[in-house]
Structure formats: structure tokens, C-alpha cells
């Protein structure tokens, strides 16, 4: 799938345009995280054919059929299992991986777990619209406390997940939180992320206009501030802890922590260490008839 042939070839952003209409709601924040990914991925010089763009259900995963290229789209709350799959298998691929709030803190969240262990080397964009949106506005794990939605109009009473203090205490190598309404930060955060190497956590804090009333395009607006244009050491795990705790009045954004020293899965792997070639070149047909012939 990847041809290292061609990386001195230039990219358009037209080579991603796919014909198909889109279909999210008129001012969802899904509009501009798509953008934003075309723009990176065409500034890191990547073509589609050296990407694989792996897509999770739910309105985030409706931007599978909106781009083009190699594109994935898979079971709810399983995107990341796959695309470790598809990042060990061909280590030449630019993963990118995305989903919504609910998939990865409810149904995938022990994926979370294990990708930021395994320092599994891709992007995974979380589409953080604290809610389930494709299935019209439920709570989600990530959902403030008392903020009615259509399955809980009471609000929940559960103490909401904060992503970037779970990524940072599971040791994340990067992680990063922007607004889906700050375009040019998320294609400057996109980048970034997909030249790290390892696990790149980029929690997109996203408007959702239909079901979340809570935090609108303009609360964010309000509230947000680039951290990268601050003292702000990313290097230093406890600053990034301090640094992204408030989700409420000063919210920062862009690039929480990065290990300058992060490395990937396939680099630490014991058996893979020394290997020469791709898993993807070593997959061939074996006879196995010596094995099942035993059981008839
Ligand atoms: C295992 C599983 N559980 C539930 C569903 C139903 N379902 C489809 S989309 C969706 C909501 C997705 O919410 P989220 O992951 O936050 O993404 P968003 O739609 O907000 O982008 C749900 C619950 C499903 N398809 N599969």
C-alpha cells in the first residue's frame, strides 16, 4: 500500500476531495476537524495513497465517505484496535484514527487504555461533542454534570471523564486539545501530531448545534486560549496536568505534552526489533492441511 517512491511527489488538497455531499448538521464542528485533516495532511506532504484514514461510528465516521483515499470505517467504539492492526502491519503508513466521545470513553475506552500503553505509532482525533450524536443527543462519559440531553433531561449525576488527565496519567506521549472552531490551530496541531512518533492524542473540543445546548460554538470561542503561545514547557507531564485541568472558564489549547524522546510500538517490540521487512510483505499462503487432517 505505501510506495516509498513517490514521497517527493507534491500534494493538492484536491487529491483528498471525494464527490460525495456532506451530511452534518449546518454549523457542526465536524466541517472544519475535516478541513483541518485534509490541510495537515497535504502540508506534511502525504498523499493519500501513504495515508490510511480509519473511522469509527457515529457523525465523526460519516466524514469516512467525504474524503478520499484509503479509509477504513469500523464497529463502534473499535476503530482503535484496528488501526494499531493497520499501523504494525505497514509502519510506512500514516495512520490517522477517528471517533466520537462516546466511542472512545464509553463502548472503546479500554482501547484508549492500551493504545496510549502500547504507544501504538498513529493520530487518533477524539471528536469531543460531549454527547452521542449520531443517535440524537444522549449523555456521554464526558457529558457535564447536570447538562440536560434527550436520554437524561435531568442531567446526569456521574462525574464526567477529563480526557487529557486520563491520556496524561496513563502516560500519553502526546496529547493535545483544540477547538473545532480554530481551524488553523487544528491543522497546526494535526501536523504535529502526525509527524510524532507514537501514540498522538488531539482531543478536538467540538460544537455540536442540534444536541449539546451547553457549550455552543460561542462558549468556546469565549474561552479558549493557545497554550503554545505561553511559557508552557510541553515537555514537563506535570505542567500539561496543571496546564489543561480547567474545562470551564480558561481552556487551553494546542499542544498539551509531547515525549521528545516517544517510541512507537513496532521499535520496541522484541520480536520485531531487527526485522527488515513490513508484516504486510511476510503474510503468504500456508498449507496447514498436517494440522486439520488430525481432526477428521
Ligand atoms: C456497539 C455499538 N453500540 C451502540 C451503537 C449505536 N450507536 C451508533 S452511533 C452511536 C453514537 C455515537 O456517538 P459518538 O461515538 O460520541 O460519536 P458522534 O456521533 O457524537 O460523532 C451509537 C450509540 C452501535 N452502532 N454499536
Same mark, same amino acid.
Given at each position: 500500500?505505501?510506495?516509498? !517512491? ?17 451530511t452534518w448538521c449546518?454549523?457542526c464542528g465536524n466541517? *472544519? ?19 490510511? =484514514?480509519?473511522f469509527d461510528i457515529g457523525c465523526n465516521g460519516n466524514g469516512s ?5 484509503? &479509509?477504513?470505517h469500523g464497529l463502534h467504539g473499535r476503530i =482503535?484496535?484496528?488501526?494499531? *492492526? ?8 500514516? #495512520?490517522?484514527?477517528e471517533a466520537g466521545d462516546g466511542a472512545t470513553f464509553g463502548e472503546g475506552v479500554?482501547? $484508549? ?13 477524539c471528536h469531543n461533542n460531549e454527547n452521542y450524536g449520531l443517535t440524537k443527543g444522549q449523555a456521554s462519559a464526558t457529558t %457535564?454534570?447536570?447538562v440536560p440531553m434527550n436520554s437524561s433531561p435531568? @442531567?446526569v ?7 487529557? %488527565?486520563?491520556?496524561?496519567? =496513563? ?5 493535545? &486539545?483544540? +477547538? ?8 497546526? #496541531? ?10 498522538? +492524542? #488531539?482531543?478536538?473540543?467540538q460544537?455540536c448545534p442540534t444536541y449539546n445546548k ?39 489549547? @494546542? ?9 512507537? $510500538?513496532?521499535? &520496541?517490540? /522484541? ?5 527488515? !521487512? ?15 487432517? %488430525? /481432526? &477428521?
Amino acid at each position: 500500500m505505501s510506495c516509498n !517512491t513517490c514521497t517527493t511527489k507534491t500534494v493538492s488538497l484536491a487529491e483528498y476531495a471525494s464527490p460525495n455531499a456532506l451530511t452534518w448538521c449546518p454549523g457542526c464542528g465536524n466541517f *472544519g476537524i475535516q478541513v483541518a485533516l485534509k490541510q495537515a495532511l497535504v502540508a506534511n506532504g502525504i498523499t493519500p495513497h501513504q495515508a490510511m =484514514l480509519c473511522f469509527d461510528i457515529g457523525c465523526n465516521g460519516n466524514g469516512s465517505d467525504k474524503i478520499d483515499g484509503y &479509509r477504513f470505517h469500523g464497529l463502534h467504539g473499535r476503530i =482503535l484496535p484496528l488501526a494499531a *492492526g493497520i499501523s504494525c502491519a505497514n509502519t510506512q503508513l500514516t #495512520v490517522v484514527a477517528e471517533a466520537g466521545d462516546g466511542a472512545t470513553f464509553g463502548e472503546g475506552v479500554n482501547h $484508549f487504555v492500551h493504545s496510549i500503553r502500547a504507544n501504538f505509532d498513529m493520530t487518533f482525533i477524539c471528536h469531543n461533542n460531549e454527547n452521542y450524536g449520531l443517535t440524537k443527543g444522549q449523555a456521554s462519559a464526558t457529558t %457535564r454534570e447536570d447538562v440536560p440531553m434527550n436520554s437524561s433531561p435531568d @442531567g446526569v449525576s456521574s462525574t464526567p471523564i477529563h480526557p487529557q %488527565r486520563f491520556a496524561l496519567a =496513563l502516560g500519553a506521549t502526546f496529547t493535545a &486539545r483544540i +477547538f473545532s472552531g480554530d481551524i488553523l490551530g487544528m491543522n497546526r #496541531v494535526f501536523q504535529a501530531a502526525i509527524k510524532h512518533k507514537g501514540f498522538a +492524542f #488531539v482531543e478536538v473540543l467540538q460544537n455540536c448545534p442540534t444536541y449539546n445546548k451547553a457549550t455552543p460554538h460561542e462558549w468556546y470561542q469565549k474561552r479558549v486560549y493557545n497554550v503554545n503561545d505561553t511559557d508552557h514547557d510541553v515537555s514537563n507531564r506535570a505542567a500539561a496536568l496543571a496546564v489543561s485541568d480547567d474545562v470551564n472558564e480558561k481552556i487551553a489549547t @494546542g499542544i498539551i505534552y509531547q515525549d521528545p524522546n516517544s517510541v512507537p $510500538f513496532m521499535s &520496541r517490540d /522484541m520480536v520485531r526489533k531487527d526485522a527488515q !521487512t513490513e508484516l504486510i510483505n511476510e503474510v503468504s499462503h500456508y498449507d496447514i492441511t498436517q494440522f486439520t487432517s %488430525r /481432526m &477428521r
